[in-house]
């Protein structure tokens, strides 16, 4: 007998299938939490940046967690990239990818295919950015570390999510797009979960149902109300220190009594799921739709290759068409702004400070040309023989730019690394700015490990520690995720009052403190405000 969960599994293989809605012009649709770029109607648009400030909406109801609202760079930007086959040409081939996430302070970036603002369950692609929102919403909302299963089971319950047309959603659906996982993949036992070495232990690299079981931990910790306040407990105990696995087994109990429930959960035939009215989901303040004009929209294919990341040569490729358009559409700001941009990618300084210059010049509130200016400068300003001059130079556009956006975290972030870079001890207004950055901005991994090392140079080993915990425990942080929790680990094993060689630990090693070389220099240029 096919259980509830596998017809629904089997519907939505079917609907996944449905064709995609033909492309119109490009527009950009600008909200609270998101910017979105896509070749497509307007209406369409329109709708889907208000189904995404609903989901947001929907996150914090159901956690009680508040995000501060963004500044208008540090939102999250979505560029809509076409179908099946854009996507792979986007990602070097790869047929698998449905839609990724690239969180950078002041750039965060997704990725997916077509708008698809269809009935019941969502496309495969608005399930990635779901889940990746989740993520990014959970990070940012807290500094407190989630177990890998308890990360990845909440961001499949809240992307298993229904748009309706009255303005409602539904959260915690069936995940189907977790149906065959959960079918044909090797099992995985609730105390795996929850004890990450004996997963690591029991585990190679083939497939298993990690996601998809934690998924239904998650599923069913929500909504079983024999189970009601365990999973709050369970948070609680790792929170007062308590070991993974021994913080499970006292907030859940006999846990192979937990396994037996689950699949006999997964068999059920209906599940619950959270169903949101309209008025208690919220659009944001408003929603802009700005139509791009035809330079800028010529340039759009190249902006969304440069912002998912270039090579030498991908750079050397896009710098010929960009300059093509350009030539085309010499006074659009939009275009020259990427013109810097690609400029800069390909190494050329001097023309992307110009491209810069000129796009300020038409527009001022592009602050994508502010930021590529000073990244030229700042450049240049490494080889300069008089760096202290350099760099006050280099300051300059994310001064003018930290005008236009008080909090955008770049110029925080360069005004640190202005000091930094030529060997002076960053004062204390600098420090400061690069904490605040990393407040703005916890989702960006390098930033963390980099406030982290500054603390520590401080001597705040307990906080350095609170920055780099979200980190070490990502599942999606790859190599910078390994280095905090090493770095975690040299942190947790000094003594109490030592002093520790932030150089050192970046290398792994722990020793006697050494500062920068240099004193604090107040005057290399007025401070951003923090």
Do not use: C
Not at 230 to 253: D, I, K, T, W
Not at 273 to 290: D, E, N
Not at 425 to 453: C, H, K, M, Y
């Amino acid at each position: 007998m096919i259980s509830g969960f596998f017809r629904l599994l089997l519907a939505a293989l079917m609907a996944f299938a449905a064709a995609a809605p033909a492309s119109a012009e490009w527009y950009e649709a600008s909200s609270d939490h998101f910017v979105i770029y896509a070749d497509d109607r307007e209406g369409d648009i329109r709708i889907f940046a208000e189904n995404l400030e609903r989901y947001h909406s929907a996150i914090a109801a159901l956690t009680g967690r508040t995000v501060e609202k963004p500044s208008p760079s540090n939102r999250v930007t979505i560029f809509v990239v076409g179908g099946q086959r854009d996507m792979r040409a986007l990602t070097g081939g790869n047929r698998y990818v449905g839609g990724f996430y690239i969180p950078r302070a002041g750039a965060s970036r997704a990725f997916v295919q077509e708008i698809r603002n269809q009935k019941g369950y969502p496309h495969f692609s608005t399930i990635v950015l779901l889940h990746e929102y989740a993520h990014h919403f959970f990070i940012s909302s807290s500094r407190f570390p989630l177990p890998r299963w308890l990360s990845e089971g909440s961001a499949e319950f809240f992307a298993a999510a229904s748009f309706n047309n009255d303005g409602s959603l539904l959260i915690g659906r069936a995940a189907q797009h977790r149906g065959p996982e959960l079918l044909l993949a090797d099992p995985v036992h609730v105390r795996e979960l929850l004890d990450p070495a004996l997963y690591e232990k029991q585990r190679g690299k083939g497939y298993d149902a990690f996601y998809g079981k934690s998924w239904l931990l998650y599923h069913f910790l929500t909504f079983n109300p024999d189970r009601k306040g365990q999973l709050e407990q369970y948070q609680v105990n790792l929170f007062n220190g308590m070991a993974p696995l021994a913080a499970g087994e006292a907030a859940f109990g006999d846990l192979d009594a937990l396994e037996r429930q689950l699949g006999a959960y997964l068999r059920a035939k209906t599940m619950m799921t959270f169903v949101l009215p309209p008025g208690k989901l919220s659009t944001g303040s408003t929603i802009a739709l700005r139509k791009l004009p035809a330079g800028e929209a010529a340039m759009m294919p190249l902006v969304i290759r440069s912002q998912r990341g270039v090579n030498d040569k991908e750079a050397a490729e896009i710098l010929v068409e960009a300059r093509a358009v350009a030539a085309k559409y010499p006074d659009d700001p939009g275009v020259l702004a990427a013109l810097a941009e690609a400029e800069y990618d390909a190494g050329n300084d001097a023309e992307a400070i110009a491209a810069a210059d000129k796009a300020i010049a038409a527009d001022p509130s592009r602050t994508n040309a502010y930021v590529q200016k000073g990244f030229a400068l700042f450049r240049r300003a490494r080889d300069a023989e008089d760096k202290r001059a350099a760099y006050g130079e280099a300051m300059q556009p994310f001064q003018a730019l930290n005008a236009v956006e008080n909090d955008h975290p770049l110029p925080l972030i360069h005004y640190y690394r202005s000091y930094a870079e030529r060997g002076a001890v960053p004062p204390e207004g600098a420090r400061a700015a690069l904490e605040r950055a990393s407040q703005l901005a916890p989702f960006d991994q390098a930033l963390q490990i980099n406030t982290a090392v500054m603390l520590v140079r401080e001597g705040k080993i307990d906080l350095a520690r609170d920055y780099l915990a979200p980190l070490a425990a990502n599942p999606h942080g790859g190599p910078l995720a390994g280095r905090a929790k090493a770095l975690s680990e040299i942190l947790a094993k000094a003594p109490a009052g030592a002093k520790i060689d932030a150089e050192s630990l970046l290398a792994g090693e722990a020793g006697e403190a050494e500062e920068a070389d240099g004193a604090e220099d107040p005057d290399a240029g007025p401070e951003p405000a923090a």
